[in-house]
């Protein structure tokens, strides 16, 4: 009997009638109504996403890695940790914007598609991180140097409010239900390539040039490869077709305003959209901030946060903690996608659940081994911490965008995700280094991580488990035809009464 039927004895009288209205709420799958992936369409799809994240990672790695250089061009000061601090702040100033770059572009890419929007962010991501380039430093202009540095990065900001979510989205529509997770970890293999670009970039400065080169015109050079990179991405992305999910969508709501609009007009799109997202979705809303946040503090702990860590608290020499860096990312490279097929084979909550409890109890020792100071002893340290790190990259932008349907996925997720960075990701490195001025205490970066591990642990046991299902809003997706075949005869049939 169904779940909700409230009367035993009238389903017992009336089996017939009952089965009747079950198999009109859910109707049986038709061949038409599974999405057939194109495996060229899907790999194009997911390069072109992959490359934009890359970019974005690759600009803000940049920025990091060079935080205590550009502290020194931007912010002269006879204090060295006001230098870093004012620094990290302009880092953090770009996250302010993200949540506005979100709620903009990520309705709209919900009502026009995605593709138009993604182009969008790829061309204002690679005009702000080209022109910081090419500002002057303070001391050439003064008080517009770190001006126009602001106002770059807050450009840089409200772009990157809509790529994530809408790269996300993008790959999980193309890809099939059963091999999402594999495709969606390309997203995250993205972002450990623009980051280890960019450290690679910064090694190879930082090793060939003087601090005084780095500081007076070196610096710049990372900055103005974004321009070659952005027009790259931008073609790749004009290339692709709208995802299948998106035209399926946009044609059933097509059919369904000029069924109605005569009769009653149409609500405006975005007051519709907005209500969706936070009054009838505000559960998933909660558990989306709450896996980003954990997620994003040990990842700019780690990624963005860690080199300044070594050179500035222990004095660590600035190379060689990048080249361990390099090494950690090059190695967490290898291994990311085998986890994204993990995570389709055996779910994503067992993959997200031991990146949890991975930084949970062993940021304390990984940072304590760093401690120790050494190559082998700090390449073990963050080793530790990149393999917590990489359950996490390879299952997340499979799991985010299930959270959602489809007719709200990418400004739920744009909106969600981009507070939660801006909240807690985004600011951690300020955070954690104004902590540990205020305490004296060089263990701030693992507690930090533990106290928001604890938090995904939670968000973890609560989110549902999405591997191999339909994306919510979406039919069925499969690699080929046999399996469409298969799905629908594997339906069982409807019982005689």
């Known amino acids: 009997m169904p779940e909700d039927t409230p009367d035993q004895a009238a389903y017992r ?25 194109d495996e060229g369409a899907v790999r194009r799809a997911v390069k072109a996403a992959a490359l934009g994240n890359a970019m974005e990672w690759f600009d803000f790695g940049i920025y990091s890695y060079l935080a205590v250089t550009l502290g020194r061009v931007f912010f002269p000061s006879g204090n060295a940790t006001v230098s870093l601090l004012s620094s ?65 990065r807050l450009v840089q900001g409200f772009s990157t409010g809509g790529e994530y979510g809408g790269a996300s989205t993008f790959i999980a529509e193309y890809a099939p239900d059963k091999r999402r997770g594999f495709f969606g970890s390309f997203l995250e293999f993205g972002t450990l390539a623009g980051y280890v670009g960019a450290s690679g970039l910064v090694v190879v400065l930082t090793a060939t040039l003087s601090d005084s080169s780095m500081q007076a015109w070196a610096w710049r050079i990372p900055f103005l490869v974004a321009g070659p990179l ?93 080249v361990i860096l390099l090494a950690v990312m090059a190695l967490m490279m ?23 409890l991975g930084f949970l109890v062993l940021s304390a020792p990984s940072l304590l081994l760093v401690r120790l100071g050494g190559p082998f002893w700090v390449s073990l340290g963050i080793l530790m911490l990149g393999l917590s790190l990489v359950c996490l990259l390879g299952t997340m932008s499979a799991a985010l965008p299930a959270l959602f349907p489809t007719q709200i996925r990418y400004g739920a997720l744009s909106i969600g995700y981009n507070v939660s960075t801006s909240l807690f990701g ?62 629908v005869e594997a339906q069982t049939h409807d019982p005689k009464f």
């Open 230 to 322: 952005g027009a790259v991405g931008l073609y790749l992305r004009l290339r692709l077709d709208e995802t299948p999910a998106f035209q399926r969508l946009e044609a059933e709501t097509l059919t369904r305003v000029r069924a109605t609009e005569a009769a009653h007009g149409t609500e405006t799109s975005a007051k519709g959209e907005f209500r969706g997202i936070f009054v009838e979705h505000w559960r998933r809303m909660l558990l989306c901030v709450a896996l980003v946040a954990a997620y994003n503090v040990t990842d700019y702990m780690l990624l963005s946060y860690m080199p300044t860590y070594l050179s500035d608290e222990l004095k660590y020499s600035v190379t060689n903690g990048l």
């Open 13 to 37: 009288r009336h089996r017939t009638l009952f089965a009747a209205v079950e198999r009109r709420r859910h109707p049986r799958l038709r061949r038409t109504d599974i999405t057939v992936t």
């Open 88 to 152: 990290f702040a302009t880092f953090a100033v770009a996250f302010v914007v993200r949540p506005i770059g979100g709620a903009v572009f990520g309705p709209i890419g919900d009502r026009i598609g995605r593709k138009k929007v993604l182009a969008v962010t790829m061309i204002m991501m690679a005009i702000g991180t080209f022109a910081i380039g090419l500002i002057p430093s303070y001391a050439a202009i003064g008080f517009w140097s770190p001006t126009l540095l602001i106002l770059f």
């Open 334 to 356: 290898l291994v990311i996608n085998q986890v994204g097929r993990l995570s389709d084979r055996f779910g994503r909550k067992p993959l997200l659940m031991a990146g949890m």
């Open 426 to 487: 985004g600011t951690t490195p300020l955070v954690i280094t104004a902590l540990i001025s205020l305490t004296g205490t060089k263990m701030m970066p693992a507690y930090y991580c533990m106290f928001f591990a604890v938090i995904g642990v939670i968000a973890v046991a609560l989110v549902p488990e999405t591997a191999g299902k339909p994306l919510d809003g979406s039919p069925p997706a499969v690699g080929t035809k046999q399996e469409a075949v298969d799905l």
